[in-house]
């Protein structure tokens, strides 16, 4: 788990290292455009298909649930199934984008939580992983949030399995956990 802590937090820092990544962020902040979700889900696609420690990837791989733990839905989509270099199982990776860090932090909540819910017999993920990206906020607070929220929706989070930090220069941060 911890293995795969540092390689979904190394693939999140490559992909927001790029150049052409942040440009578009900082003209996102300048006009104050909303709703980009899907174009960073189609740029961290794009960044998938070329990464070497990515062997194959696909979106929207769909799941079912359990039934006697989801009442509502009977399936559910994973944003993005990664199957890495040397491993046997794939990862689960959300992605998710909302200007407040604490309503962009619990909506990868409600998905870990969503995703607990995979029927067993279909379940053949080492892990599922939540990428966030909003508005700046300190590293320490981000970790005090996910911390208090993880508990507000009965979710354990391991304090050393989140990581926060700013991209680049811009006006937002990613979070990891």
């Known amino acids: 788990m911890t293995t795969d802590f540092a390689f979904v937090t190394r693939i999140t820092q490559d992909f927001f290292a790029k ?15 909303t709703g980009w979700e899907k ?12 990464h070497p420690e990515i ?44 200007k407040s860090p604490r309503g962009c932090i619990n909506s990868m909540l409600r998905d870990k939580a969503k995703l607990q819910n995979i029927k067993y017999s279909q379940d053949d993920l080492r892990g599922v992983w939540c990428i966030g990206v ?10 005090n949030l996910v911390a208090y929220c993880s508990c507000n929706h009965k979710i354990h989070v391991k304090p050393n399995h989140v990581f926060s ?10 979070t990891v956990f």
Do not use: M
């Open 55 to 98: 062997t194959y990837w696909d979106r929207e791989q769909r799941y079912e649930l359990d039934r006697r733990l989801s009442k509502v839905k009977a399936s559910c989509a994973i944003d993005f199934w990664v199957q890495q270099k040397h491993k046997q199982s794939p990862l689960a990776i959300e992605i998710k984008q909302q």
């Open 134 to 143: 909003h508005n700046l906020e300190k590293e320490a607070a981000v970790a």
């Open 19 to 33: 150049k052409a990544i942040k440009d578009t962020l900082y003209t996102i902040a300048e006009f104050n455009i």
């Open 39 to 50: 174009w960073i889900q189609i740029e961290f696609a794009k960044f998938c298909k070329s």
């Open 165 to 174: 930090r700013q991209i680049g220069r811009t006006p937002f941060s990613v």
